[in-house]
Structures are given as C-alpha cells and as structure tokens.
C-alpha cells in the first residue's frame, strides 16, 4: 500500500507541477496578445493620422500654391498661350519617316 501511496504522491506533484506551468504559460499568452492588440491599436492610429495628413497635403489649393512658389509655375492663360498651325514648323524640317504604313 506504501508503494501505490508513492506513486499517487508523485502523480498528483506531476500534475500540480504541469498545471502550474499552464497557467503560467497561459498568462504569459495572454498578456503577450494584450500588448499585441494595444500595438495594433496604436499603429491603427498612426495610419489613420497619416491618411489625414495625406489628404490634407495633397489640397488642390496647396499643390497650386507649391508650384507657384518653389517651381515658379504660373497659370496657362490666352495671353501666354503659343498656337501653333498644323503643318508649320515641318517646311524647314526634314520629313518625318512613315511608320507603320501611315504616312
């Protein structure tokens, strides 16, 4: 009767010590996945905020402004508009190979 008492004894400290454990790795998953979601949160946010500051960037009143300014672009109005005739400029050129068949 010692000898099953021992063995039970044992038994029941294996168990002990393996529940032990699975609660410990338990709460460690858990508060890894508790982290985990906070980050995604977080960089849910930043993405979010970033989208905004996207849109509000890519304004057509601002890009106007960036061309005006650093690229010294202006508006195309009739004033400084060139027309050019079709055919003009091909005279004083050599003709333009045909491609394709078209002339």
Do not use: C
Request: hydrophobic letters at 40%; charged letters at 25%; zero cysteines.
């Amino acid at each position: 009767m010692t000898r099953l008492n021992i063995v039970l004894l044992l038994a029941v400290i294996a168990s002990a010590l393996y529940l032990v454990r699975t609660q410990y790795e338990s709460r460690r998953l858990y508060a890894e996945l508790d982290r985990a979601r906070s980050e995604a949160r977080r960089l849910e946010t930043e993405h979010e905020r970033l989208q905004v500051e996207k849109r509000a960037q890519a304004t057509p009143a601002r890009v106007e402004r960036l061309a005006r300014e650093q690229l010294q672009m202006r508006g195309a109005t009739p004033a400084i508009t060139q027309y050019v005739a079709p055919g003009a400029g091909r005279a004083a050129s050599a003709p333009a190979p045909a491609r394709g068949g078209q002339p």
